[in-house]
């Protein structure tokens, strides 16, 4: 079984400031890893994937998000925030099979302070 | 258009109501899935569609049922509506069956908020 953990439920960071968001998973098989965005009162859209390709992926919006083996992470990063950045962000996984599914993490709301 | 669309957006209903929540792709993707979203506690996936003649229970289908009318249409019901059914409703689809990489991204549609009195 796979799972995701996203510790925290909120962060707060300033405009410009540095944006880390953590998650960590649990996988049986080389996994593949998403990152989600959901701004208010919309669905969810792709931010980034990884897939077994490079390890340092580069997603949309300036955002990118390093697959670490040993550590099973796959944190989110943003050299500098911009307001239009708040939103909520989940963190996914998959196995690589035709048929799989996506396991999500509880999420994390992303708040940036002008 | 959205290539995901759900409707209603937004749904009041009362205790015991039936109701049927529907979604419709113009990606012509195969694979099509119904999740809620609850604070806290992330997305859950309720029941999901591999093609038109699989059908497959999700982790919470208990109170759920679902109905894949053909590739692009896949709808969500509830037989008797309770009010821990309030939660905002999601579809999202995937495309293919060769494994490939790109095939496992969900597109998703803009949600429906069903709350339940």
């Known amino acids: 079984a796979q799972s995701v953990t996203q510790l925290g439920s909120h962060v707060s960071v300033s405009e410009g400031a540095l944006v880390l968001l953590r998650c960590n998973y649990s996988?049986?098989?080389?996994?593949?890893l998403f990152w989600y965005v959901q701004y208010p009162n919309q669905g969810l859209q792709l931010l980034l994937k990884y897939t077994s390709a490079a390890t340092l992926v580069k997603g949309i919006n300036g955002f990118e998000a390093e697959f670490k083996k040993s550590e099973t992470s796959f944190h989110l990063t943003k050299p500098s925030a911009h307001m239009s950045d708040a939103a909520e962000y989940f963190c996914?996984?998959?196995?690589?099979?035709?048929?799989?599914?996506?396991?999500f993490g509880k999420g994390i709301t992303l708040s940036v302070r002008p | 258009d959205a290539d995901v669309t759900q409707t209603p957006r937004n749904r009041i209903t009362k205790t015991g109501k039936r109701i049927m929540l529907e979604c419709s792709q113009t990606?012509?993707?195969?694979?099509m899935y119904w999740y809620r979203q609850d604070p806290g506690l992330g997305l859950r996936l309720i029941y999901y569609s591999f093609d038109v003649k699989d059908i497959n229970k999700g982790e919470i289908s208990d109170g759920y049922s679902v109905s894949r009318q053909a590739q692009a249409k896949f709808s969500l019901s509830l037989e008797s509506a309770i009010p821990n059914q309030t939660a905002l409703y999601f579809c999202a689809t995937s495309g293919g069956t060769s494994g490939r990489p790109g095939d496992n991204i969900q597109y998703f549609g803009a949600g429906t908020r069903l709350s339940v009195l």
């Open positions: 996914a996984v998959s196995d690589p099979g035709a048929n799989s599914k996506l396991t």
């Open positions: 990606k012509g993707h195969d694979r």
């Open positions: 996988s049986s098989v080389p996994p593949y």
